[in-house]
């Protein structure tokens, strides 16, 4: 149990690479909170389908993290159920292929909203509420290798990523007067809804997974096993890092 009676909120945790780490977390002991987007019936059922298997200490709580109102009323019903926070994932992201040239006003804000704007109010809102109880906190960021490799026809997700390994280096520096580190874990190519349109296409997936040195795309286990090293008190003196989880996908050099 590396994260016995620790208090958990982690974004977009109905799906994917979040509800990975909500079911690790509960696995290791933490109290969680599951957060899923409002007006999604199913990501509801998810998240309350999620809740009901880890048992009662666990809540699913709604919110739409590019609001700021509505992050702030999630972390302070974490809060009130909890009497604390302690770990902030924040996972919930989207993304949106579509040429430079032709992307809108609307899909630029909308990926920066949740992504980034998103990133902003969940930190800040458990950074407050961890400064307020003292003991110190874990700020975890679920960026990508895109926080780093630029990838034609997603310019508004790698400027999201690359802005938010930018606020996580700040916050490493920031909060640690306080106890809290901040840390980013930048999968590559894992298997999840929003990698479908590839996981579908033979072809993409073959050409897909010719760049990853172990020949695969990651589960979300995969991540979640760093998530629960970086909340957990082995990664005390960790602070201000990316971590990889990408099967060698940014060593693979593109030769010809
Ligand atoms: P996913 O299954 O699509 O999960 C994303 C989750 O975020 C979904 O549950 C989604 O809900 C939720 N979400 C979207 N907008 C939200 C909002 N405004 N408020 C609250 N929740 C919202 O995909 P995933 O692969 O697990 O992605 C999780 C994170 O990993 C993302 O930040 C993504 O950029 C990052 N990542 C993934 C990969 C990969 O290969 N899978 C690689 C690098 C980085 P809806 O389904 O209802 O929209």
Not at 92 to 100: D, H
Not at 217 to 228: D, Q, Y
Request: hydrophobic share 45%; aromatic share 8%.
């Amino acid at each position: 149990m590396r994260l016995k009676d620790k208090v958990a909120l982690v974004t977009g945790a109905s799906s994917g690479i979040g509800a990975g780490i909500a079911a690790r977390f509960a696995a290791e002991g933490a109290r969680v909170a599951v957060n899923f987007r409002p007006g999604s019936p199913k990501d509801r059922d998810a998240a309350e389908a999620a809740v009901a298997g880890f048992g009662a200490n666990a809540i699913a709580v709604e919110a739409d993290v590019s609001k700021h109102d509505q992050v702030e009323a999630m972390v302070a019903r974490v809060v009130e159920a909890f009497g604390r926070i302690d770990i902030a994932v924040n996972n919930a992201g989207i993304e949106i292929n579509k040429p430079f040239l032709e992307t809108t006003d609307e899909e630029w804000n909308r990926v920066l909203g949740v992504n980034l704007q998103g990133g902003f109010y969940v930190s800040q809102a458990a950074a407050r509420a961890m400064v307020k109880q003292g003991g110190g906190g874990r700020l975890i960021f679920i960026s990508s290798v895109h926080e780093d490799i630029p990838f034609p026809n997603y310019t508004s997700y790698c400027a999201s990523k690359g802005a938010i390994r930018m606020m996580m280096r700040n916050l490493c520096i920031e909060l640690a007067p306080h106890g809290i580190t901040a840390n980013n874990i930048a999968p590559g190519a894992i298997a999840t809804p929003i990698n479908q349109t590839v996981l579908d296409n033979p072809i993409a997936f073959k050409n897909a997974v010719s760049e990853i040195p172990l020949g695969r795309f990651g589960k979300p286990e995969e991540v979640a096993s760093v998530a629960v090293f970086l909340a957990s008190d082995e990664a005390s003196y960790v602070t201000g890092s990316t971590y990889y989880v990408d099967g060698g996908l940014t060593q693979q050099v593109t030769m010809y």
